[in-house]
């Protein structure tokens, strides 16, 4: 997330790979806590391996009820840091594989991996990062605290507060 954060802040750009902007799920780090801590005293358990694990039981996913798309999310950021302005750039496919190839070309010579490469431009390009949290609503009474912007607008805040935004 911190790379996003940054990127607004300090370059006011978010950039989208291809023209489609998949929909994500998030959930904020204190819901999480939550969340497993739930799933571990109440959650349904695993099946045993004789049950061969096909009935889904005991997995949930930890999101939030609502999806995002990458481009919605880059917006929510924009005025969770309060920047005045934010360009939303969409590349083409084609270009964003060539600066993917380029930063992993420039992380081979560095020796350390660089954060924009070909595997963020595959995570870029998926057709979505949804999941439902239908089951830990269900089993665990799971439900978000505050909206999404006023969290990544706590989040923003604790960045600032330790010097990483």
């Known amino acids: 997330m911190l790379p996003m954060f940054r990127a607004i802040r300090r370059i006011h750009v978010h950039a989208i790979a291809g023209f489609r902007s998949p929909p994500l799920s998030v959930i904020y780090v204190d819901e999480l806590v939550e969340l497993l801590v739930r799933a571990a005293d109440q959650g349904q358990r695993v ?3 004789s049950a061969n694990g096909t009935s889904g039981t005991g997995c949930y996913f930890a999101c939030r009820p ?4 990458y481009l919605e999310f880059g917006r929510l950021l ?4 309060g920047t005045r302005y934010t360009s939303f750039l969409h590349f083409p496919e084609p270009l964003a594989w060539l600066i993917g190839g380029a930063g992993e070309c420039i992380g ?3 020796g350390k991996p660089f954060g924009l490469n070909v595997d963020k431009i ?7 990062w949804a999941c439902s949290c239908a089951a830990a609503e269900r089993d665990l009474g799971y439900a978000p605290q505050a909206p ?3 969290q ?3 989040t923003a805040d604790w960045y600032r507060a330790h010097k990483w935004l």
Do not use: F, G, N
């Open 148 to 150: 999404l912007l006023d």
């Open 122 to 128: 595959r995570e870029a390009l998926v057709e979505s």
């Open 66 to 69: 609502e999806y995002p798309d």
């Open 108 to 110: 081979r010579v560095r």
């Open 78 to 81: 924009h005025h969770a840091i």
């Open 47 to 49: 099946p045993t391996a």
């Open 152 to 154: 990544l607008r706590q």
